[in-house]
């Protein structure tokens, strides 16, 4: 009932020739009702409507408890008659409408970021019925089920998805039901644009064309340009970089020589060359030709003399061959025929016939003149260089490092020698990539787990050491790997009532399996792989590690890249959601601790964590130092191998399950270094090496790429120290390993060293010990801190909204996880899902306590008494 406006209350009744009204008790009189017959056009059924009305005085006179209530009675006989028959309607409850003035919650100006998500807040005035909310934008309704950038929530706060330029204006907040129509007071809403920068323009020429200059290159701050308050780039706007330019040299001519001896020919020659200076960079060449030649006798040449003296010292040379030859021929032809007639001991006097002679002459003669005209015909081709490189007369020296050469590798697993026995005394050192083979007796690929009659085939490309999986059913529960510092959360009701799933959890350490990235990302987290991508879940599940990325100093631009390419392919990487930069689409919730991620969501597929600096900013990231030599090292050397990894468990985990096949053993506590984004290698040097050994390296100092640990696509990256012994009685060997990175003082770590080589064989191995791999062993923890009944309780108590505000978005501020708060919005019992990401992050014994106080603190004893009552039993 509105304001001086009656109600007007209907009856129909067919078939009926009277109706009747009783209201608060009490007959209505009949003078009070309009009667209508109406008619059905198609049937002829004739209906008898009867309205009366109520006004609001009748209604506020009447205190009864009951309310105001009226009943219609239907008669097919006039009252008062035999056996009269009549029927009753319900009864209809008349209340006063009112809407009352003051808004419970009224939305605030604000100033948003370009392309962020905002919610203006507002909670309307109490009234009867529940009145309806609507926004209005400077004065005009806003069309929701047409502006898809505008969702008006269950409690009437307005989310704007993504905040544009037009979008900028005054928001007012309106409240109807029939009683009245309430507007609150505007909130101004601005949308303001951090200026960024655009690209450097090219640098421009050297300053100087001769000498030491400068080159500029510019950039502006129109990438976009700030606006509405923005903030403005920060950084310069010129760059200049020292250059220089090389003098051009014009060549000149050197002095003439001297004049040659005059040539048969009557021709001598002088020379002179462009090499006083020669030209340089670019300089001109000298003009004019580098050889002269003049007639050296005044022009009383002959040319016949010329052409016959050039063929007498032919002729002679040809002549005196010949009578050599010859005569050689007929002494060793007279020699060999005395030797023959006397061996046969008869002594003859007689000579060889002129014939034979003769004969024997012309053959040798004509033998010799063929090979004479060969031997003519090969003429040497003057116009050929030949050069000769010199052999040097000494092996090189290979201890000695090579300019740029990098000494530290990748460890292959297909030359064990190279890395644990002793190297050739010449061998160098080098960069490798190898393809790192896992040869296990059973391959992954055809490993499949069976579990009541289910069977589960797990992807070839992770490791045995870094799988675990097991079967799950409505109850949800826990995967683990805990070398790895890795789990997965399946709440309670993730799989479907009724239903069970044989879910994996794994690493990829693959080298293949790392994503490739530009030169300015990093990889801050393991590769991790959750499956089968098939599983249907119906709510969110939580996977949990560790990331290492040094969150005090900040700096960092933090995405989540995926993968749903298929299990037995190459994984295709690609951005998710940059955290910070969500929107209502975002499938993922991602809570970053200081040193632990958790992702929310609803697919199984791979997961990572990349970042990059803030413009005009030097990240950093925290690498975990580990220093392993064999556990029986040869009596003359002794090798050492420094790690550099991402500082996380399944980091560390993977060296040790490196060196676990290799059978090295650890030989310093694993150590954390800072490693800023500046470019700077990260440097290594081996110091204070005990009496008795020596470095195999001319130099004890190694080096390490920036970019093949920023944004390289290696696992396990390190280098190798070989020391050999020059004293066999010394049996320890000891020193310290230094690390720091190049121009960053503050960011060093020492490794020390200490071991005697005799008792190293004698020592186990510190991985033989080891607990057995989660491949042998699943681990399925089912271990829920909060019971059903509890859950449900405080979701009933904490899911709707109230004036005060301390429901379930509290909760997510007091529990630090509401930078995206829509996520939890947009899920039918956001106190439900929040819950469970507190139980992923939580596993510490005074969890449920410190839960309790924080509702306490929310003024919620309503909520904390329900986990105070039942703490007894169940905690």
């Excluded at 990487?573 to 929107?583: A, I, N």
């Excluded at 020492?750 to 010990?769: A, Q």
Aim: proline residues 6%.
């Amino acid at each position: 009932m509105v304001k001086n406006k009656p109600v007007i209350i209907k009856c129909e009744a067919t078939p009926a020739i009277l109706i009747t009204f009783e209201c608060a008790g009490q007959k209505v009189p009949a003078k009070l009702q309009e009667n209508l017959v109406l008619s059905d056009p198609v049937t002829d059924i004739k209906t008898l409507q009867s309205s009366i009305k109520v006004f609001r005085e009748e209604v506020e006179e009447y205190y009864g408890n009951d309310g105001y209530g009226c009943v219609c009675y239907a008669w097919n006989t006039v009252p008062g008659e035999s056996d009269p028959q009549s029927r009753e309607s319900n009864r209809g409850l008349v209340e006063i409408a009112y809407l009352k003035k003051r808004f419970q919650r009224v939305p605030m100006s604000q100033t948003v970021e370009l392309q962020s998500t905002i919610s203006l807040q507002c909670l309307p005035p109490e009234g009867k019925p529940l009145p309806e909310v609507f926004w209005l934008k400077d004065g005009k309704m806003i069309e929701v089920w047409k502006e898809i950038n505008f969702i008006i929530s269950s409690e009437g706060n307005l989310i704007i998805n993504q905040a544009r330029l037009e979008d900028t204006g005054n928001y007012t907040c309106g409240a109807q039901n029939p009683a009245s129509r309430r507007f609150s007071e505007s909130a101004v809403l601005t949308v303001f644009v951090n200026g960024a920068w655009s690209t450097w323009s090219e640098w421009t020429d050297c300053s100087a064309k001769c000498g030491k200059g400068t080159q500029r290159r510019t950039r502006t701050c129109t990438n976009p340009a700030p606006l509405n308050g923005g903030k403005s780039c920060t950084g310069e706007a010129v760059n200049r970089i020292a250059c220089t330019s090389l003098c051009s040299v014009d060549g000149l001519w050197s002095p003439w020589s001297s004049w040659s001896t005059c040539s048969p020919d009557c021709i001598h020659h002088r020379r002179r060359s462009c090499e006083n200076p020669a030209p340089a960079n670019g300089g001109e060449y000298c003009l004019g030709n580098d050889l002269a030649s003049a007639n050296c006798t005044g022009g009383m040449c002959r040319a016949s003399r010329v052409e016959d003296g050039e063929n007498i010292p032919m002729y002679i040379g040809l002549c005196v061959a010949v009578a050599v030859f010859i005569t050689v021929i007929v002494l060793i032809v007279i020699f060999m025929r005395r030797r023959k007639a006397r061996s046969q001991g008869v002594f003859s006097r007689e000579c060889l016939s002129t014939g034979e002679l003769t004969s024997l002459i012309l053959f040798q003669v004509t033998i010799f003149l063929v090979f004479l005209s060969e031997l003519m015909s090969m003429q040497p081709d003057l116009t050929v260089v030949t050069v000769q490189h010199a052999l040097p007369v000494d092996s090189p020296n290979n201890n000695h490092m090579m300019d740029k050469q990098p000494l530290y590798d990748v460890p292959d697993i297909n030359a064990h020698h190279r890395l644990s026995g002793t190297l050739p005394k010449n061998s160098k050192m080098m960069l490798v990539e190898p393809t790192i083979n896992h040869n296990l007796s059973s391959s992954l690929e055809h490993l499949s787990v069976c579990d009541n009659k289910n069977s589960l085939l797990l992807p070839s490309t992770v490791d045995a050491d870094g799988v675990t999986w097991s079967t799950f059913d409505s109850c949800g529960g826990r995967l683990v790997l805990p070398e790895s510092g890795v789990s997965l959360l399946i709440p309670e009701g993730a799989i479907k009532e009724g239903h069970v799933e044989e879910i994996y959890l794994a690493i990829c350490r693959d080298d293949k399996d790392r994503p490739r990235l530009n030169d300015n990302q990093t990889i801050l987290s393991p590769l991790l792989l959750i499956g089968p991508p098939s599983v249907v879940l119906m709510k969110p599940v939580i996977l949990s590690f560790q990331h290492c990325a040094s969150m005090r100093q900040g700096g960092w631009i933090l995405s989540l890249y995926n993968s749903d390419s298929p299990i037995d392919e190459p994984p295709y990487w690609k951005k998710m959601v940059t955290l910070g930069h969500e929107t209502i689409n975002t499938p993922v919730y991602t809570q970053l601790d200081p040193n632990q991620c958790h992702i929310m969501g609803e697919y199984l597929q791979r997961y990572a964590i990349i970042g990059e600096s803030v413009p005009g900013a030097r990240a950093i990231k925290i690498l975990r130092l580990a220093a392993f030599a064999p556990a029986a090292p040869p009596a003359m050397d002794y090798s050492i191998r420094v790690y550099v990894v991402e500082d996380t468990h399944d980091g560390l985990e993977g060296v040790i399950q490196m060196e676990k096949k290799l059978g090295g053993r650890l030989l310093d506590k694993p150590k954390q270094i800072p490693f800023q984004d500046c470019g700077n290698n990260l440097c290594l040097s081996i110091e204070e090496l005990s009496p008795g050994w020596r470095s195999k390296l001319a130099a004890n100092y190694q080096e390490i790429p920036f970019r093949h640990i920023w944004s390289g696509n290696q696992n396990n990256l390190h280098c190798s120290f070989s020391v050999e012994s020059i004293d066999r009685i010394q049996s320890n060997v000891s020193c310290k390993i230094q690390v720091y990175q190049k121009a960053v003082p503050n960011n060093r770590q020492v490794i020390r060293i200490s071991s005697n080589i005799k008792e190293v064989s004698e020592t186990l191995f510190f991985f033989r010990n080891h607990a057995p791999s989660s491949l042998s062993f699943p681990q399925k923890y089912t271990l829920i801190i909060l019971p059903p009944h509890i859950r449900h309780q405080l979701c009933l108590l904490l899911d709707p909204p109230n004036a005060r505000g301390n429901d379930w978005r509290m909760l997510a501020q007091a529990l630090t996880v509401d930078r995206y708060i829509i996520f939890f919005a947009t899920k039918p019992s956001p106190t439900e899902n929040i819950l469970d990401l507190w139980e992923a992050r939580h596993r510490e014994e005074t969890a449920v306590t410190d839960l309790m106080n924080i509702l306490r603190v929310m003024g919620r004893m309503d909520a904390a008494s329900v986990l105070e009552k039942d703490m007894g039993s169940w905690l």
